[in-house]
């Protein structure tokens, strides 16, 4: 299937997908980034929001929190999840808020999807104008100039439908803006084995390309991906947590 094709037909696998993330270390990392940075307010935008779990742990440590994807699937779950939140559908590089925000996050390299340096451009000009005063953009991002093209992430879920495995890997060939994130889902019920492949574009861009990009609206932290500690990137990593205070 192209495009985005296997996201939108197996949304309702989504959080099955994802099941070895620790959505509450991630958002309270973020919470306590917010408190070292931010402007002490509490509304809260998060971009490509998925199922909304991370919206639900932000609401739950008292923001007023809302989530904008371009899939309305997972918007419906994420509705489902969190009733008390606000969910639109619209695009992370062209969106609008009704007021000013405190905090806007963007979780699981998302931000990649912008697909495009003149999109990655947009989505940080949206977020730069949706933001109050000294308001937070936080999100995390890999280092195209690192991606290992043969290393890739793998985990087994049960579900009432069968047995899952789901591997996903960056691929990136060495030159130009675009980088892909390949898929493998394989599901096996009643001794049958179905097998999906996907590929998703997206953007490619480098931790120095990426800071002189969010550096006229930004004061820039990169940070190492670790959502246990707050520790200032190592310049080695390919992986990396930005928290951004709009100047």
Known sequence: MPGNA???DLSGYYDLMCADID????????????????NAGSRHVDLACGTGPHVRHFIDAGYQSSGLDINQ??????SARCPEARFSLQDMCC???DEPV??????LYSIHYSASIDRLKACIASVYGALDAHGVFCFNAVDKNMIDNYSS??????HVDGLFSFSSGWNYSGEGE???LKLRIEKTAANETEVWHDEHPMVAVSFAELQALLQPYFDVHV???DYEKIIPWNKTSGNAIFACIKI
């Open 102 to 107: 405190d905090l806007i996050t963007c979780f």
């Open 6 to 8: 296997l996201y939108t």
């Open 73 to 78: 699937p997972m918007l419906d779950r994420a």
């Open 223 to 225: 940070l190492e991906h």
């Open 178 to 180: 675009q980088q892909s």
């Open 95 to 97: 969106f609008k808020v």
């Open 23 to 38: 959505y509450r270390a991630q958002s309270h990392c973020i919470h306590r980034l917010h408190q070292l940075f931010g």
């Open 153 to 158: 992430l793998s985990h087994t879920a049960k």
